[in-house]
């Protein structure tokens, strides 16, 4: 589907993304556990699967 976007933990904590919508630089000023890349992959996995339930 060309209409999904590959996001990866690096991507979210290195880009610009956090600025735009969350107002800060940072993923820890909005919660500290945030800043972990394998929590992070932790829920882009499960919103992946809440798309995709059949994979």
Request: hydrophobic content about 30%.
């Amino acid at each position: 589907n060309n209409d999904t976007i590959d996001i990866t933990p690096t991507c979210i904590i290195s880009g610009n993304l956090i600025k735009t919508y969350f107002g800060t630089d940072y993923l820890a000023d909005i919660h500290t556990s945030l800043n972990n890349a394998d929590h992070l992959q932790y829920y882009i996995d499960k919103i992946q699967k809440e798309i995709h339930p059949q994979g």
